[in-house]
Structure formats: C-alpha cells, structure tokens
C-alpha cells in the first residue's frame, strides 16, 4: 500500500524547482495571499530550523524574530500558493534540526556563514 501511495505521489504530484537549503539557512520564502477578490504577494524571511518528510509531504520550518517575540511558520514544499524561494545565507550547523536555537538570545543565537 505504501508503495502505491509512493507511486502515485511521484507520478501526480507537481515538484516545483526549488533551490537546495538546509538547517541554519537564512531564506526568503515569497508566498500569494488571497485577501477577497485581491491577491498580493508576502515574503517571510527567517532561519531554517529543520525540513521533515519526504515527497509531496515534505515541510520545513522557519523561524524569524518579530521584535523581540519568536515566529516560527511551517510551509509544505508543495504549497500552491508557494511563488519563490532565495536562499540570503548558508549556515553552518552540525544538527538536521536546531531546536536549540529556540532558546538563544543575543548574540549566541548567530550562525556562522558557510564558507563556499
């Protein structure tokens, strides 16, 4: 049954072309709002904190800081109203997921860029 689902979801499922990123990234993920008859475009800049799954339910989770309050937003890859993504910084982190970011403040709560 699994493998069925699988199949499906690799044969149906439209991939968008999104560029590599990973845990400790800093990207920008421009995304389509419906407000009534209108749309318009929104941009959420933070820090990836982790990506699960795989396929078409793949998600990843960004966090940024709205002044001094943590936002944290989960969006699916495979999210329609998903228009672009631009990777600002590479980071370097040892983890997959860097749930411990939560908790920093200051300046320990920087991540080092990655060199190329």
Partial sequence: MESLVKFVQDEFVTRKDLPEFAAGDTITVFYEIKE???????????????????GASETFTIRKMSGSVGV?????????????????????VRRARIFYFRGLTGKKARITERRR
């Fill in 36 to 54: 009534g008859s209108k749309t318009r475009t929104q941009f959420f800049r933070g820090t990836v904190i982790q990506r699960r799954g795989s």
């Fill in 72 to 92: 944290e937003r989960i969006f699916p890859v495979n999210l329609p109203a998903l228009q672009k993504i631009e990777v600002n910084k590479r980071g370097k």
